[in-house]
């Protein structure tokens, strides 16, 4: 008796690679891992930066309205003639009888104003928006004008000086409107160039010119009522 038939061997059939795994073998003959790509990070917005940009929009603006507004709080007065000394005292002023120089120039809204020319006895008073005194002397003097006050013949001006943006009380242009000031106005620039040639008292300062454009008196400090008067008498005397 023979023995038993061995089984015939399974030919497994002939797999091919998936072409995936063919095209990452190909000329290295090893197969490749395959690539995982990284998700794309999310772009984070700049906090920051818009911050930012929102401030710069909001400063051009508010330069363009004030702009727009026609309001300038710094001016370029020109001064025509000599400068009067320093102001020392009332009392022993040498610059009495001297001849006050012309100033030309604009007031807030950009209207040309001129202060100083022989023909008429002008009060000229120079302001500074952070004085104290100055910001007790205008309502007092306007509340004095608006009820009839003043003295016929003589004109008051005025001139705002010493401006400075970090001190209190800034811009005068709001100040002086708010006050419902109504003398003509100068805008003094970034040098005081007026107050200067003026002789530069302290605030509030007055000076009170003849009609021929002489010096009659200057003070410094607040004026009451009946003090102003009385000079404002003074100088138009010279008007006749």
């Known amino acids: 008796m023979s023995g038993p038939k061995a089984k015939p061997k399974r030919k497994m059939p002939n797999q091919k690679p998936a072409a995936a795994t063919r095209a990452a073998t190909e ?15 999310k772009r984070n917005i700049p906090v920051f930066g818009i911050v930012i940009g929102v401030v710069a929009v909001l400063l051009v603006l508010a330069v363009t309205l004030t702009a727009d507004s026609g309001t300038t709080e710094f ?27 012309v100033l030309r120039g604009e007031n807030f809204a950009g ?25 007790e002397e205008v309502p007092r003097v306007q509340a004095w004008l608006d009820a009839g006050g003043g003295v016929d013949g003589v004109e008051i001006v005025s001139v705002s000086t010493s401006i400075n943006s970090a001190r209190a009380n800034y ?17 003094d620039d970034t040098d005081s160039s007026a107050l200067q040639s003026y002789g530069a008292g ?3 300062y007055w000076v009170f010119l003849n009609a021929d454009g002489t010096v009659a008196a200057r003070s410094a400090g ?11 008498n003074g100088i138009a005397a010279s008007n006749t």
Not at 27 to 41: C, D, E, L, N, R
Not at 119 to 128: D, N
Request: proline share 13%.
């Open 171 to 187: 811009p005068p242009s709001e100040w002086l409107e708010r006050e419902g000031w109504t003398a003509d106005l100068i805008v």
């Open 111 to 135: 209207d040309e104003i001129v202060i100083g020319e022989p023909g008429t006895p002008t009060a000229v008073v120079f302001l500074a928006h952070w004085c104290p005194h100055c910001q």
């Open 202 to 204: 302290g605030f509030p």
């Open 75 to 101: 001016g370029e007065p020109q001064v025509i003639g000599d400068g009067l000394p320093f102001f020392q005292s009332t009392a022993s002023d040498i610059a009495i009888g001297e001849q006050a120089p």
């Open 27 to 41: 000329g290295t003959g090893k197969q490749k891992k395959p690539v995982v790509q990284a998700p794309k990070p």
């Open 222 to 232: 607040q004026l009451d009522v009946p003090q102003l008067e009385a000079f404002l």
